[in-house]
């Protein structure tokens, strides 16, 4: 379960050779935008998390956290990330390059309205050195996701 199954994944698609791997570790918001030279909001970080005993996804912009009073009014629970060793099992990935593609059975995936703001951002592809450039559309249909979410804050752009 790595970078070669989002290959595989994008591989369906005519798209494998969009997966972009680095020689340096891009497994934080920080270290992948250096390694993409990029502003750091435009990666598409995954949160994993336990919600009913199942593990949910939550793709934000690099420079959204998660709002504990928006997250439980979501999802009818308190956000509890996962283990690095729950992500691994019920995911498919480490931490470092949890990413919305590909993943295991059960696993539902929800994006953050934080990403709706850019035309292009760049998830993990499954290991803490890779990444793809989607498009909000694109994003969309290969993440599979279930719905768009409001459950962060500190992204906002603010006008004086």
Do not use: H
């Not at 912009?61 to 956000?79: E, L, M, S, V």
């Not at 990444?131 to 804050?153: F, G, M, N, Q, R």
């Amino acid at each position: 379960m790595s970078i070669e199954k989002v290959r595989d994944f994008f591989s369906t698609f005519g798209m494998a050779d969009r997966v972009l791997e680095f020689d340096t570790s891009s497994a934080t918001v920080l270290l992948a935008a250096k390694a993409l030279n990029c502003e750091p909001k435009r990666i598409a970080k995954t949160l994993s998390f336990l919600v009913d005993d199942r593990a949910i996804l939550v793709v934000t912009a690099g420079d959204a956290k998660i709002d504990n009073p928006k997250f439980k009014a979501t999802f009818k629970t308190k956000a509890k990330m996962l283990t690095p060793d729950q992500a691994e099992e019920l995911v498919g990935y480490a931490v470092g390059g949890v990413c919305p593609f590909a993943v295991n059975d059960d696993v539902k995936v929800y994006l953050d309205q934080s990403l709706r703001r850019f035309e292009t951002v760049f998830p993990a592809c499954g290991s803490s050195n890779s990444a793809i450039e989607l498009t909000i559309p694109e994003l969309e249909k290969y993440a599979a996701s279930t719905e768009w979410v409001d459950v962060c804050k500190d992204w906002q752009e603010t006008t004086n």
